[in-house]
């Protein structure tokens, strides 16, 4: 199926490609740019952009985008749902239907956000246990809807995640149930920053997203995304924005 995408460009969406559905600032947001611009890049126009410089880091001969690599690949987000094939017998068409209803059951909110370090990266988290379990809310939901769409994966590679990522017994059986291993329970909502960099590189970057996040105030979770990674290794491209139905207010000071 050929999937055209914000900036007239032309995707193919085929058995290899796998779908996701992510947190995705609206357009409209001031979150958006911000995001966009630290990772160099606009997944749904296609537009190279400048990262912001860091003079903490030019001292240091480093930069955003060196330490900023993988994110860049999956662009501007906030995992709901984890890129997934899909599954036997399920077309884009299916994807699209389904994710756009379970959107419009949706209900807004804002969501205060603090920059943190989680293990070696940095990352946007939720600042308060109320924003958390709201967040954990939200992507059961849309992982429940989705689940059927998702072609699951098999034995050896269960094995190899377990393996790869020293899974405990409930993240494996996670994985086993939903083919992802951080879901529910283990679900920890967060938009990536960083690679896994050294620890006085994640404490500059904490440093300037603190001073960033005061003057942007909290996210706006308004709307989700169907991002596509056409095929294996290629950059996430937004393939449509997914507005949620009606307000109702957690406020900014979760």
Known sequence: MKIDVQNGNTFAWTAESRFAIYYAPSRTSPWWEAGCNWLARDPETGATLTPPEIAALTARSQDVARLSRAPQRYGWHGTLVAPARCAEGVTPDDVIRRTRAWAQRQHPFDLAVEPAALERFVALRPASAQGKAAMQAL????????????????????????????????QQALLARWGYPYVMDEFRFHMTLSDAIEPDEREILVDWWRART?????????????????????????????????????????
């Not at 996210?219 to 937004?238: C, M, N, Q, R, S």
Request: net charge negative.
């Open 139 to 170: 992507a059961a939901d849309a992982l429940h809807e989705c689940v059927s769409l998702c072609a699951m994966p098999g034995e050896a590679e269960q094995q190899r995640r377990i393996k790869a990522n020293n899974l405990n017994a409930r």
């Open 214 to 254: 005061a003057t942007l105030g909290p996210l706006p979770i308004d709307g989700a995304a169907l991002f596509l990674e056409p095929a294996p290794g290629e950059p996430f491209v937004l393939v449509e924005r997914l507005p949620f139905l009606s307000s109702v207010a957690l406020g900014g000071t979760q």
